[in-house]
C-alpha cells in the first residue's frame, strides 16, 4: 500500500470514528493504535505507553493543569463582577460607553483567567443584564460578550498558544507577546464597532422618541460621582498588579512559564482567600472540581493527538502531505488562504487543542517553506481558533451565553455575533500587511533582555 | 459500583491536593533562585510526576461526569433505539482502547521497575512512579467505562 493510501485510509477512518462521538481522546489513541497493529512493526505497540508518557512529560505542557486552576480561581471569584462594576463606572461618560466597558472588561479578565468560557461567564453575568438594562438589543450585547471571551486565546498565557508553542517549536515567550499587539487590535475594532452600533441604535430609539413613541432606556445617561470611581478600584488593582506581576517575572526572566503558571495559580488562590474569603473547603470545592475536569480531559486529548501525530509521521503521512504541497507551487496568500479555510472548517468540529497538534506536521513545513514566519502564523491561526470559538456549530462560547442569559434566542446570538466573526477576519487581513503588529513586541523586548 | 464512586472521590482529594502542591513546589523554585544561587533541578520534574498523576488519576472521576468531550452530532440525527446501540458500541471501543493502554502501561511498569529504569536528569527519580500511576489511572478509567456502558443509569454524584 503506497503512502498516499494510509494516508486517505487514516484520514477517512479518523474522520468515521470521530463523527462516531468517541471521545476525542479515546478516538485519537484508538485510530493510532489500530495503524500501528496494520502498518508498523510489532515491537512498536509495545512502547505505545512510554511514547505518550514522553509526549505528555514536558512541563511546558503540564503547565497547562496550573493556568486552568488559576484561570478557575479568578473566573469563579467575583472578581469579574467587581472588575466590570470598576470599568462600567469609569466608561460612563464615553457614548456607547458601556459596551466599550464590556470588551474592556473581557479583555482584562481573560487575560487574567486566560480561559475564553471563564470570561463569557464571569465579565457576560453582570454584562449582558446591565447592557439589555440600558436599552441594547439583546443579540448585541450576547454576541459582544462572546467575542470579547474569546481574546482570552490571544492573550498571555493562552493554552492554545502553548500547544502551537510544542508543536511548531518556536519560543513560547515570543509567541504570548506577538499575540498582545494582534489582541489590543481586536480590542481597538471590537470598540470601535460597539460605540458605532451604539450611536447607530440611539438614533432610531431618539427618532421613534421624537416622532410620539416611547422613550428606550438607550438614550439615558448615567453619571458617577468620583467617590463612586476611586471606591470602585481598590477590589480590582490586586488582580490588575497579579496580571503585571506574573508577567514581569517571566519577560524579567526570574521564571520560566511553568513557573508562571505554577506562581500565578497560588496567588490567585492566596488573592481570592484574602479579597473574597475563599478558603472554605465548600467555597474551594468547586474551583478544583472545575480544574480537574477541564484539565484532565484537555491532557488526554493532548497526549492522545500528539500520539497520533507520531503514528502519522512514522508512517511517512504528514511529511507526504506536507511535501504534496509544497510541491504544488501555489502562491504565499493562495497556500495560506488554503490552510486557513481548512482550520476554520476543522474547528466547526474539533477543539482547538486537537486542531493544532494533528495538523502542525502538515501545515507548518509548506508554510516555513513559503517564507511565513511561525510566530506569526502562530497569532494568525489562534485568531482563526478564536472565530472558531463563536461561530457555529460548535462555538463554545455560544453555548455559554445561553446558558447564563437563556432567554436571548439562539438566532440573535448568532446574528449578534457575525458582525465580531467579520472583525476577527479583517484583523487577519490587517496582519497579512502589517505582521509588524505581531512581531514588533517580541523583537523589542527579546533583544533587549539578551 | 459505590466502591469506584468513593474511590473517584477519594482521588478527587488527592489530585486537589497534587494540583496545589505542583503549585507551591513551581513557586518555591522561583523563589529560591531568585534568592540564593540554589539549582531546583528537581522542581520541574516533580511538578511533572503531581501533574501526570492527576490527569490519568482522575480520567475515570472526569469520565464519570461525562466530562471527556466528542463529537456529538450523531446523537441528534438518529432516532433513540439506534442512538443507544451506537453508545453502547463507542463505549466498547473506548474500554478496548484503555484496557490495551492499560495493559501496556503496567508491562511498561513492570520493565521500570525490574530494571531500575530512572529519568534522565541530574535529579534521576525512578520512572516506576510515573508509570505506575498512569497504569492505575488507565485500569480505573477501563473499569469505569465498562460500568457506565452497561449500567446506563449509574449516575454518581
Not at chain 1, 459596551?99 to 471563564?118: D, K, L, R, T, W
Not at chain 1, 448615567?222 to 506581576?245: C, D, H, N, Y
Not at chain 2, 503549585?23 to 529560591?32: P, R
Request: aromatic share 12%; glycine share 8%; hydrophobic share 55%.
Amino acid at each position: 500500500m503506497s503512502t498516499f493510501d494510509i494516508g486517505l485510509l487514516y484520514g477517512g477512518f479518523t474522520l468515521l470514528v470521530m463523527f462516531s462521538g468517541m471521545p476525542i481522546a479515546f478516538a485519537l489513541g484508538l485510530v493510532a493504535t489500530v495503524f500501528m497493529v496494520f502498518f508498523m512493526p510489532a515491537a512498536s505497540l509495545d512502547t505505545v505507553t512510554q511514547n505518550v508518557y514522553e509526549e505528555m512529560s514536558a512541563i511546558t505542557l503540564l503547565s497547562i493543569p496550573l493556568f486552568i486552576l488559576k484561570g478557575a480561581a479568578i473566573g469563579r471569584s467575583p472578581a469579574g463582577r467587581d472588575l466590570y462594576s470598576a470599568l462600567h463606572v469609569w466608561m460612563g461618560r464615553v457614548p456607547g460607553g458601556l459596551g466599550i466597558a464590556n470588551i474592556f472588561a473581557c479583555a482584562i479578565f481573560a487575560a487574567m483567567a486566560g480561559s475564553s468560557p471563564a470570561t463569557c461567564s464571569a465579565i457576560g453575568s453582570a454584562g449582558i443584564p446591565e447592557m439589555r438594562k440600558r436599552g441594547y438589543p439583546p443579540g448585541f450585547a450576547a454576541g459582544l460578550i462572546a467575542a470579547g471571551g474569546t481574546l482570552g486565546i490571544l492573550l498571555p498565557p493562552s493554552i492554545t498558544m502553548i500547544l502551537y508553542a510544542v508543536a511548531s517549536e518556536q519560543s513560547l515567550g515570543k509567541l504570548f507577546l506577538a499575540g498582545i499587539g494582534p489582541a489590543l487590535l481586536l480590542v481597538l475594532f471590537f470598540a470601535g464597532y460597539a460605540s458605532w452600533r451604539y450611536r447607530h441604535e440611539a438614533r432610531k430609539a431618539h427618532t421613534v422618541h421624537t416622532g410620539g413613541g416611547i422613550s428606550s432606556a438607550l438614550l439615558d445617561r448615567e453619571t458617577f460621582t468620583l467617590s463612586q470611581k476611586v471606591a470602585a478600584l481598590p477590589r480590582v488593582l490586586p488582580f490588575v498588579l497579579l496580571l503585571t506581576g506574573v508577567m514581569v517575572a517571566l519577560y524579567g526572566g526570574f521564571a520560566t512559564p511553568s513557573e508562571t503558571a505554577g506562581l500565578g495559580a497560588l496567588l490567585a488562590l492566596i488573592l481570592i482567600a484574602i479579597i473574597y474569603k475563599t478558603w472554605r473547603p465548600s467555597q474551594f470545592q468547586p474551583i478544583m472540581i472545575n480544574t480537574i475536569r477541564e484539565s484532565t480531559m484537555l491532557m488526554l486529548i493532548i497526549g492522545m493527538s500528539l500520539f497520533y501525530s507520531y503514528v502519522m509521521s512514522y508512517l511517512h503521512i504528514s511529511q507526504s502531505v506536507a511535501e504534496w504541497v509544497v510541491a504544488q507551487h501555489l502562491s504565499r496568500w493562495v497556500l495560506l488562504a488554503t490552510i486557513l479555510v481548512l482550520v476554520i472548517v476543522l474547528g466547526f468540529f474539533l477543539p482547538p487543542v486537537s486542531i493544532i497538534l494533528m495538523t502542525a506536521p502538515i501545515i507548518l513545513p509548506p508554510l516555513r517553506a513559503a517564507g511565513f514566519d511561525l510566530i506569526w502564523f502562530g497569532v494568525v491561526m489562534t485568531i482563526v481558533m478564536e472565530m472558531g470559538l463563536i461561530h457555529p456549530p460548535v462555538g463554545l462560547n455560544l453555548f455559554v451565553i445561553k446558558n447564563i442569559a437563556p432567554d436571548i434566542p439562539l438566532a440573535d446570538v448568532i446574528t449578534g455575533v457575525l458582525p465580531f466573526v467579520v472583525l476577527m477576519a479583517l484583523a487577519i487581513v490587517v496582519l497579512c500587511f502589517l505582521p509588524e503588529i505581531a512581531l514588533w513586541l517580541p523583537e523589542k523586548v527579546i533583544a533587549s533582555t539578551r | 459500583m459505590k466502591a469506584l464512586d468513593y474511590l473517584n472521590r477519594a482521588i478527587v482529594v488527592l489530585s486537589t491536593i497534587a494540583l496545589v502542591f505542583a503549585a507551591c513546589v513551581l513557586t518555591y523554585s522561583v523563589v529560591l533562585r531568585y534568592f540564593t544561587s540554589i539549582a531546583t533541578d528537581w522542581t520541574d520534574e516533580m511538578a511533572v510526576f503531581l501533574l501526570i498523576g492527576t490527569t490519568f488519576l482522575s480520567a475515570a472521576w472526569v469520565h464519570s461526569q461525562r466530562g471527556h468531550i466528542g463529537i456529538e452530532a450523531l446523537s441528534a440525527i438518529l432516532p433513540p433505539h439506534i442512538d443507544r446501540w451506537r453508545r453502547l458500541v463507542v463505549d466498547i471501543l473506548s474500554a478496548a482502547f484503555c484496557a490495551f493502554f492499560s495493559w501496556k502501561s503496567w508491562t511498561l511498569l513492570y520493565e521500570a521497575w525490574d530494571e531500575g529504569y530512572v529519568s534522565a536528569t541530574a535529579w534521576a527519580p525512578p520512572l516506576w512512579i510515573p508509570y505506575s500511576l498512569m497504569a492505575v489511572g488507565m485500569t480505573l478509567l477501563t473499569l469505569q467505562i465498562f460500568v457506565q456502558a452497561f449500567r446506563p443509569s449509574f449516575r454518581p454524584s
